[in-house]
Structure formats: C-alpha cells, structure tokens
C-alpha cells in the first residue's frame, strides 16, 4: 500500500528553491530565517523535535538524493559524528560563525564597514556574488545581513550534500546545529521537576 503524501512531504521543493532564489537575488536569503525560527518555536511550545522529523526541506531534500536518487553510499554514520562532544563542539563552532556573520552586519549597521557582495562558503572560501543584488534595494546592513546567512545556509546544505554521499542519506541531521538545539530544548522542557 502507498503511502498517503501530506502537503509536509513536499517541503524539499522550498529547500531547492530557497537555494536558487539566492543565487538569483541575494535578499531572498532572508527565508532562510523560517528554518531557524520554526523548530526552536515547536520545540518550545510542543517540546518535540516535530520540525526535524516532519517538517525539515532539507533533511527531506538530503533522503530524496540519496535513496531515490542513489547519490549516497548508505553506510553507517561514523559513532565520532553521532558523539557528543561532535555534536556539541560543531554547534558551538556554527554558533560563533553565526554570530560573527551577525557582527559584520551591525558593522555594515554602524557605517565602520562596506557592504560585502561575497558569499563564504564553508567559512573559507569567498565567492564573488555580486549579480544576485543590486545597490540601494535595501539598507545595506539588511544586504549584508542576507549574504551571511545565505553563506550559512549554503554552507550547511554543501556539509549535508557531502556526508549524505558518503555515508547514509540523512547523516547531516545527526549532527545539525538546529537539530542540536531543538534537542537540548526539548530535553530541558520534558525534564521532571523534583519533589
């Protein structure tokens, strides 16, 4: 018997489409908030991790490759990617990286620094993204603002895209730093008080 399709099994179109979006106008980068707001709010308010299971594009987005498309080797995470200390240290890295993206912003924000048109890919490399947006659209610290974040969006999908290949379709989801957080609020929320 087939499985019933729900308007949630499709939401790896808006995860494919927010990346090209990007490509095309740098500003569209400001979606990309949806996935960080919304599991930390269903987190919060269901204390479970609903997001990650069902709603996730890009966890979606990563099993459609990999095990309709065949692009995943289909072996077995790695027990150093599933560890703690992993999990934890690659959530503080991507925390620090975050709040540095949001730095250069309020810098761009002061006036003590010009709009950046790069996008940096695996916080290293600089791409020149300069057609995806044209000056005076917006302020330029809400420019700069999109292409730090779209960098981290692009960023993340490429680790994803590469431990998907090389070991099973959905391994970017153990150690995501969106998934790491939900987790720890849900663990804190569920907690039992004691007597």
């Known amino acids: 018997m087939k499985k019933q399709k ?3 099994d499709w939401l ?7 990346l090209i979006l990007g490509f095309v106008n740098i500003l569209f980068a400001w979606l990309g908030l949806i996935c960080f707001v919304v599991p930390l709010l269903i987190s919060v308010i269901r204390g479970n991790k609903a997001y990650c299971n069902r709603y996730c594009g890009r966890g ?8 309709k498309l065949h692009l995943s080797r289909n072996k077995p995470i790695p027990a150093w ?12 890295f ?7 993206m949001l730095y250069i912003t309020w810098l761009v924000f002061a006036g003590s620094n010009s ?6 890919l695996l916080w290293t490399f600089r791409l020149p993204w300069q057609w995806a947006y044209a000056d005076g659209l917006v302020a330029p610290w809400a420019a700069q603002f999109a292409f730090g974040f779209y960098s981290v969006m692009l960023t993340s999908t490429v680790l ?8 099973k379709p959905r391994s970017w989801c153990v150690y995501c730093p969106m998934g790491t957080m939900t987790q720890l609020i849900c663990k804190a929320k569920n907690r039992e008080p004691k007597s």
């Open 6 to 8: 729900h308007w949630y």
């Open 81 to 92: 990617i599933r560890s703690k200390w992993f999990r934890y240290g690659f959530l503080t």
């Open 115 to 120: 709009l950046q048109q790069t996008v940096t």
């Open 94 to 100: 991507f925390m620090i990286m975050f709040f540095n």
């Open 60 to 67: 979606q987005l990563f099993s459609l490759l990999g095990e």
């Open 12 to 18: 790896w179109v808006a995860s494919g489409l927010y």
């Open 160 to 167: 994803g895209i590469l431990t998907m290949a090389m070991f």
